[in-house]
């Protein structure tokens, strides 16, 4: 792990990675229609899916999944990762965190690929990023996710 937070963070942080985006299944799955008019809105205004999703629902896809993940009893720093992957300043911290992995994780996934939803790519936090002191590791973090094995060849 390149943070070296320990191996509770780890699986933590693995955890929240898998299920960020259950929210949008959540959604997808028992509101077909509307969430269907959320993903039209965000390519014809080119906007953010959560922001969206708030304005429709009440809520965002990371919010109702982590409604869903704290009632299944995931551990509440999972809960937090996925609530917040796209506002993580909202919670504040003190260090590297399941949250911070998510968040950054997220942002650094959808640079490599087109945004499948038409809207807006989310973007990194570099607040909080430089209120954790971490906001100098994002070049490296963006290194390790473009090329995968350099973390594994040291």
Avoid at 54 to 81: D, M, R, T, Y
Avoid at 121 to 136: A, R, S, T, W
Wanted: net charge negative.
């Amino acid at each position: 792990m390149m943070e070296n937070s320990g191996s509770e963070v780890a699986e933590e942080a693995f955890a929240a990675g898998l299920l960020h985006d259950i929210g949008k299944l959540l959604f997808a799955a028992n509101l077909t229609e509307p969430f269907g008019q959320a993903l039209a809105l965000v390519r014809a205004k080119r906007g953010r899916l959560w922001e969206v999703e708030n304005q429709i629902f009440g809520a965002s896809h990371a919010e109702v999944g982590a409604c869903v993940l704290g009632i299944w009893g995931l551990p509440l720093p999972v809960v937090k990762a996925v609530a917040l992957h796209h506002g993580p300043a909202r919670q504040g911290g003190s260090g590297f965190s399941p949250l911070t992995a998510v968040h950054a994780a997220n942002v650094l996934v959808h640079e490599t690929q087109s945004e499948s939803t038409g809207g807006l790519p989310p973007e990194m936090d570099l607040v909080y990023l430089e209120k954790l002191g971490l906001d100098n590791k994002v070049e490296e973090w963006r290194r390790h996710c473009l090329n995968p094995n350099e973390a594994t060849e040291r």
